[in-house]
């Protein structure tokens, strides 16, 4: 019994010390390879190892491009974009190649310029949404990192939490964000035929901490406008003028 006792204990001793908690994936099967700066499966990059991947060949005039820490894309952080109108620096929008449960799927990048006009402060507003994953529910949907400006007088700082939705299946799409401590969210305000938004974002809501509504400025009577127009391949963008006019078959439309 003795001998037993002495067996069993030895052999815990070697399960526990055969246990790899390694957290930096070295000669540790049990991770994933991201982090050994080597481009290998689905990542995109892996530390240095960026491919041939630039800040240009991402849109940008210039810059250092690095991986993210998950290696499931690209940070732009440190990249330069053209100097443009507002005061923002631009980048041109690229199309992205993702894996969507194995199959590839081009999504191009979401990038807006927006006006924002609440509390008697007026300014513009630039994000650039790019795809870094995909859903799949009854299609296949791209989701977004993304990355926000706010122009007052032509000074430009960061917006915090930003966060762009293609908004499901019938792209009733979204942006929030935080300005002076305030949670935003950019919506529509009118929808026509199944519930389908037909133009760019055009109201705000204004939220509370926990995300609840405080001012709903995206009633059928758009009482908090805003206008919002989409960024080309090209780099150019539409007017700011605001033109809205309610979705056919919007059953409130006169």
């Known amino acids: 019994m003795k001998n037993l006792m002495i067996s069993l204990l030895i052999g815990s001793l070697a399960i526990v010390c055969g246990c790899d908690d390694d957290s930096n994936n070295t000669n540790n099967v049990n991770n994933a390879s991201c982090g050994n700066a080597v481009i290998e499966g689905a990542e995109l990059c892996d530390g240095a190892a960026l491919g041939d991947a630039t800040c240009e060949s991402q849109g940008f005039a210039g810059g250092t491009l690095a991986c993210l820490a998950d290696c499931t894309g690209y940070d732009t952080a440190a990249c330069t974009g053209e100097p443009g109108p507002y005061g923002f620096e631009y980048r041109l929008p690229q199309t992205r190649s993702l894996s969507c449960e194995g199959t590839p799927t081009d999504f191009a990048d979401a990038d807006h310029v927006c006006t924002f006009a609440y ?34 007088g032509d000074v430009v700082t960061d917006l915090a939490s930003p966060e762009y939705d293609f908004g499901g299946n019938h792209h009733n799409d979204s942006l929030g964000f935080s300005h002076d401590g305030t949670p935003y969210f950019y919506y529509h305000s009118s929808f026509g035929w199944g519930w389908r938004a037909c133009a760019p974002m055009d109201c705000i809501q204004v939220l509370d901490g926990e995300g609840g509504i405080l001012e709903d400025g995206c009633t059928t ?26 979705c056919a078959g919007d059953p409130n439309a006169k």
């Open 119 to 152: 509390g008697g402060v007026t300014g513009y507003i630039y994000f650039q949404a790019t795809p870094t994953e995909c859903e799949v529910t009854f299609s296949e949907l791209p989701l977004y990192t993304t990355r926000a400006w706010i122009s007052l």
């Open 221 to 246: 009577d758009r009482t908090l406008p805003i206008v919002c127009t989409p960024i080309l391949e090209d780099g150019t963008f539409g007017s700011l003028e605001d033109t809205f006019e309610k």
